[in-house]
Nanobody, 122 residues
Framework: QVQLVESGGGSVRSGGSLTLSCAAS????????MAWFRQAPGKEREGVAD???????SYAPSVKGRFTISQDNAKNTLYLQMNSLKPEDSAMYYC????????????????YGQGTQVTVSS
């Protein structure tokens, strides 16, 4: 069982920055790969960025060049640095984890956190 707790959300103006964190616990020796998803009201959940166990990353086209996913394995923490935020980035952001690596941003992950809200005003 893996528990994921997100933090770092908030309200910013367009063009601003936020850094989200996700603390993972319970995984111990279990290898997991992680990702960030988001869901805006009335819209489907979408994959934002993922990172595999080699440190390779991928991004949704809408955030590429603005967002950076990273992880600190020693701290079991996943990050999402978000720059040049736009109002359309407003959503609940979820951390996700799965024992299977190599998933795409269109796949379902096994574990999700409770989410942290990001609101970007124009």
């Amino acid at each position: 069982q893996v528990q994921l707790v997100e933090s770092g959300g908030g309200s910013v103006r367009s063009g601003g920055s936020l850094t989200l964190s996700c603390a993972a616990s319970g995984k111990r020796s279990l290898r997991i790969c992680m990702a960030w998803f988001r869901q805006a009201p009335g819209k489907e959940r979408e994959g934002v960025a993922d990172i595999d166990d080699n440190g390779d990353t991928s991004y949704a086209p809408s955030v590429k060049g603005r967002f950076t996913i990273s992880q600190d394995n020693a701290k079991n923490t996943l990050y999402l640095q978000m720059n040049s935020l736009k109002p359309e980035d407003s959503a609940m952001y979820y951390c996700a984890a799965d024992p299977q690596c190599g998933l795409s941003l269109h796949d379902e992950y096994h574990y999700y956190g409770q989410g942290t809200q990001v609101t970007v005003s124009s």
